[in-house]
């Protein structure tokens, strides 16, 4: 059983930038594709940005396109998203998301098997 744990959110100010961790434990990462979700007070869960099982491929929202880096270390079974220029508008839990083995990524909730708890990122000066 593939069991993931996010760390790195917190409160940053506007402009500001944090790097969040999704470490993988029970499975390797090697052939999961791995999402990035947020779910905003009030809305519904929304597809930031995956990467394919390789890391060759990756997508973004467009509302993080050119802010927000994903990128996966398989030798730590862990994957990363760096967000940087933060707006208050990224406030959020932020979720990650597996599903495999498979080779790419989607930007559905529904095409991902296993989640994490989620980490709280708010972003208020």
């Known amino acids: 059983q593939l069991q993931l744990v996010e760390s790195g959110g917190g409160l940053v100010q506007p402009g500001g930038s944090l790097r969040l961790s999704c470490a993988a434990s029970g499975l390797t990462l090697d052939y999961y594709a791995i999402g990035w979700f947020r779910q905003a007070p009030g809305k519904e869960r929304e597809g930031v ?37 933060l707006k208050p508008e990224d406030t959020a839990v932020y979720y990650c998301a597996a599903v495999g083995p498979v080779r790419s990524c989607g930007a559905r909730r529904s095409d991902y098997t296993y989640w994490g708890q989620g980490t709280q990122v708010t972003v208020s000066s």
């Open 49 to 85: 940005s995956c990467t394919s099982s390789s890391g060759l491929a990756t997508k973004y929202a467009d509302s993080v396109k050119g802010r927000f880096t994903i990128s996966r270390d398989n030798a730590k079974n862990t994957v990363y998203l760096q967000m940087n220029s």
